[in-house]
RNA sequence: GUGGGCGUAGCGUAGCGGUUAACGCGCCAGGUUGUGGCCCUGGAGAUCGAGGGUUCAAAUCCCUCCGUCCACCCCA
């Protein structure tokens, strides 16, 4: 009976990110990376799985992200853990467990993750993808939304980034949303014959949802809902005026979106998504907003939040539709080549010298011909060629070729830094 | 969870019922005497996604499953 192999496959929606990938991943992680130390935010790290309650309670447990997206397990001690399916709750809850409370508030935190949700794949949606996040706890000012927004918007300014477009709304908090929703009930209820089925549940389970129903058969009705901005209690419209102050000082420019609402429940006052011109489905690039009444479902003493994430693998995508120039990948400075196995051992220790230098180096390796070396240090992108062959072994050079010209000089192998060095600052 | 497209060497594709499955890229090697890129030659590499069926004959037709991509839902 053969013994059966199988060749393994990543599993469904995970993806191997190479290295001919990696420029484009360096150059968001470095950008974000510094931004959050020009805005005062420190890196976060948290465990990868956490308790699963703390995403029911804190996500909501009629999510979808809940419901259905989770990837649950339960570990060897009967536990139930959950890979995490966002970055907020995570950061609160260390927030409140390694007591932030009594740090300067606000606490600027910000985290770079992998996050899983069970969900179809589709362009732009992985079922582990990334979020680089950032959360301002502690202070329920507007000028801290403003903060997280401007963080954001300079981000993708950075990354030279084009066409997107951050739209903004509120949805009220406590005191003046149950108002609103009784009013966007009463205004569906005798409509509901005229909308789609998806929105017959939505009336039900999430009015607030109703809102941006994509169906063609809803719109009309949709234009003509009450706007919260109508309903909103006296603090909120206050909040909601000042964040727009704030953002029109940082000249960041907006647009109201009455219709914009999110799938977390956790949101309150402002919310915000950054979209790109291309129409598309999965096109949300980065979003975010308040959640003032997180921390106190965790446990904690009521504590005010904001803050917003944003998906790499769809700022990837964005910046090769733009044709962004995100830098090269590695190549080696210096490819060193042999001529006969003679020299093999001087080569070798020519490589090491070279990355002991910091220049980076690879060393031919094998039998392969001096030509079939010169092949590899081409086809490796190599800055130049160190070739040590019978001559250079008995008088202690190096013959170096730059690959780009096809120039060559031969120096005394104790030489070859400087001179690479030199001519590669 | 729903709907549609696609699954042939590492990658991109052709072949769409009939001898040893083709091409491009990539990979490896050679084109004599110590050297790359262009060009030329040669080579390795494919149980044609899996299983079943129709047929004298199937990569090619049918069914099932799996995978993948796209869209919906929802989200970054």
């Known amino acids: 009976?053969?013994?059966?192999?199988?060749?393994y496959k990543a599993p469904r929606g995970t993806q191997d990110i190479l290295p001919d990938e990696q420029p484009y991943w360096d150059f968001v992680r470095t950008a974000a990376s510094r931004l959050c130390d020009e805005f005062g935010y420190g890196r976060i790290e948290s465990p990868i799985f956490e308790d699963s309650g703390l995403f029911t309670r804190g996500v909501g447990e009629v999510t979808d992200i809940v419901e259905k997206e989770m990837y649950v397990f339960e570990d060897r001690g009967g536990k139930t853990l959950a890979l995490r399916p966002e970055g907020?709750?995570?950061?609160?809850?260390?927030y409140l467990e390694r007591g932030m409370?009594?740090?300067?508030?606000?606490?600027?935190?910000?985290?770079?993750?992998p996050i899983f949700r069970y969900d179809r794949p589709q362009a732009g949606r992985y079922r582990q993808h990334h979020q680089f996040g950032a959360e301002a706890i502690g202070d329920a000012s507007a000028s801290v939304d403003a903060e997280v927004i401007e963080l954001l918007w300079r981000l993708y300014e950075e990354l030279n980034l084009k066409d997107l477009v951050l739209n903004l709304n509120t949805i009220g908090d406590q005191e003046c949303r149950p108002g609103y929703l009784e009013a966007l009930r009463d205004y569906y209820r005798g409509k509901l014959d005229d909308v789609c089925d998806d929105?017959?549940?939505?009336?039900?389970?999430?009015?607030?949802?109703?809102?941006?129903c994509k169906n063609d058969r809803c719109q009309p009705i949709i234009a003509k809902a009450?706007?919260?901005?109508?309903?909103?209690?006296?603090?909120?419209?206050q909040h909601f005026q000042d964040l727009q102050t704030y953002l029109r000082a940082a000249d960041i420019s907006y647009e109201l979106n009455p219709r914009l609402v999110r799938g977390l429940d956790y949101y309150t006052r402002a919310v915000f998504e950054?979209?790109?011109?291309?129409?598309?489905?999965?096109?949300?690039?980065?979003?975010?907003?308040?959640?003032d009444g997180?921390?106190?479902?965790?446990g904690g003493r009521p504590t005010p939040g904001t803050g917003f994430a944003t998906g790499i693998e769809r700022i990837v995508l964005n910046l090769k539709r733009q044709d962004v120039d995100v830098g090269e990948q590695w190549h080696p400075l210096v490819y060193v080549a042999y001529q006969t196995p003679k020299a093999r051992e001087q080569a070798y220790r020519l490589a090491s010298d070279?990355?002991?230098?910091?220049?980076p180096a690879i060393g031919a390796g094998g039998d392969r011909s001096l030509k079939a070396q010169m092949r590899h240090a081409d086809a490796l992108g190599a800055e130049y060629a160190a070739i040590i062959g019978e001559r250079e072994l008995s008088d202690g050079t190096v013959t170096l070729k730059r690959l780009r010209d096809g120039t060559q000089v031969t120096v005394p192998t104790d030489a070859v830094k400087d001179h690479v060095r030199a001519a590669n600052p």
């Open 1 to 7: 009976m053969a013994a059966e192999t199988r060749r």
């Open 101 to 113: 409370q009594s740090l300067p508030q606000p606490v600027r935190l910000w985290y770079w993750t």
């Open 274 to 291: 950054f979209q790109p011109l291309e129409e598309g489905g999965q096109s949300t690039i980065g979003a975010g907003g308040r959640y």
């Open 294 to 298: 997180l921390i106190e479902q965790l």
């Open 88 to 94: 907020t709750a995570p950061v609160c809850r260390a």
């Open 226 to 237: 009450p706007a919260f901005t109508d309903h909103l209690c006296e603090p909120c419209a």
């Open 354 to 359: 070279l990355r002991r230098a910091s220049i």
């Open 199 to 212: 929105c017959r549940g939505r009336f039900e389970r999430n009015p607030l949802r109703l809102l941006d």
